[in-house]
């Protein structure tokens, strides 16, 4: 089976450094993505990691590490717009079929 | 170039009542996976299509079931409705041999708002 467990909420300050962590237990692994949810909208590609190691771009990075099952969002100076779900998703087919199986999101709230 | 695109965006429907929604996928992309999202949940696979058959699935009853057309378009079909369909059904996009592996991800659409009632 799959299992993929991310904190339910965070709380962090405008202009602060947030860290969203992600474990998982998948029958495989291709692949780690993670996506930006705001209320009432479609999720948004924000990174992806197949590798161990940080993959960092602008005020966003993800970390890998494929023999704990752990990733991490590093998200820095934020911003109120920061506001949002981030879901961490595996892929887990080894194929092309491209199947992600997320998490329960992460709500991340903002504060001035 | 358009991006995902779903209809109709909200839709009350009653117990037991039968409901399709509808998914155009991103230009270029030729597989459509299906998600229902519970309020402040993550989204839990429904299935997926390419090639007009269903190829993966998710742990969802028979109530479940679609179509991919030759265009690649989709359509998700709901029969006998219950209370606890109600969510955010999401379309995602996908072209399944990119040789590109940050695109190995998705493209969702906005969503379908189902509540029933």
């Known amino acids: 089976g799959q299992n993929i467990d991310q904190p339910t909420e965070m709380t962090a300050t405008e202009g602060a450094i947030v860290q969203i962590n992600c474990t998982y237990q998948t029958s495989g692994f291709n692949g780690l993505f993670w996506y930006q949810q705001h209320a009432g909208e479609a999720p948004t590609f924000l990174s992806y990691n197949v590798l161990d190691g940080l993959e960092e771009k602008g005020r966003f990075s993800s970390f890998l590490s494929r023999s704990k099952g752990y990733s991490y969002l590093l998200l820095k100076e934020l911003q109120m717009k920061d506001s949002a779900s981030y879901l961490c998703?595996?892929?887990?087919?080894?194929?092309?079929?491209?199947?992600?199986?997320f998490g329960g999101g992460t709500r991340l709230m903002v504060k001035p | 170039d358009a991006g995902v695109t779903q209809s109709p965006t909200h839709l009350i429907k009653t117990r037991g009542q039968q409901v399709t929604l509808r998914c155009s996928p991103k230009s270029g992309h030729d597989t459509v996976s299906w998600y229902q999202q519970a309020l402040g949940q993550g989204p839990q696979f429904i299935f997926q299509?390419?090639?007009?058959?269903?190829?993966q699935r998710g742990n969802f009853p028979d109530r479940f079931s679609g179509h991919q057309f030759p265009n690649y378009s989709s359509e998700l079909n709901v029969n006998a409705l219950l209370l606890g369909d109600s969510a955010l059904y999401l379309c995602a996009s996908s072209r399944r041999q990119d040789p590109r592996p940050y695109n190995y991800g998705y493209t969702f659409g906005s969503g379908t708002r189902l509540t029933v009632v």
């Open positions: 998703a595996v892929r887990d087919d080894g194929n092309a079929g491209n199947m992600l199986t």
């Open positions: 299509y390419y090639e007009e058959e269903e190829r």
